[in-house]
């Protein structure tokens, strides 16, 4: 349905912040992509694919920063002098791929169809779904 939708240079507004917000959380489910459910409930709101892209990666990181103020509290990730370079060495790591990732997703969601990335997602749901039910 996203693919249908009309171009536009419309930006995020708060309204649609707080809906796309809304499909970041159903996309907990299993199976339910989170950046294909936001991108697509953006441009569906009449945003720009290239923003709504921007904005669904962007939202990730209030996520990623929750599950790091867990783990710290939870005592799961620690200070340890031993391992501090290795921490810093993956940290880095995934700053660089995760920048070349959003580039390179931002560049796709622009230039292509959101319905190939939904028919990779349902290509690899089913066969991890084999692969669950094969190697169990």
Do not use: E, H
Not at 60 to 75: Q, R
Not at 88 to 101: E, T
Request: charge should be positive; hydrophobic fraction near 50%; include cysteine.
């Amino acid at each position: 349905m996203a693919d249908r939708a009309k171009a536009t240079n419309k930006k995020v507004g708060f309204w649609d912040a707080f809906v796309i917000g809304i499909s970041q959380a159903i996309a907990m489910l299993p199976g339910i992509s989170r950046s294909g459910a936001t991108i697509s409930t953006s441009v569906l709101l009449g945003n720009d694919k290239s923003k709504a892209a921007r904005f669904s990666f962007l939202m990730v990181i209030p996520l990623i920063l929750g599950k790091i103020a867990k783990d710290v509290i939870s005592g799961d990730l620690s200070y340890n002098a031993d391992n501090f370079n290795s921490l810093v060495a993956g940290f880095i790591a995934a700053f660089v791929a995760g920048l070349f990732a959003c580039t390179l997703m931002i560049r796709l969601v622009k230039n292509s169809r959101l319905k190939y990335f939904a028919y990779y997602c349902c290509v690899v749901g089913i066969l991890a779904i084999i692969t669950t039910f094969y190697f169990k």
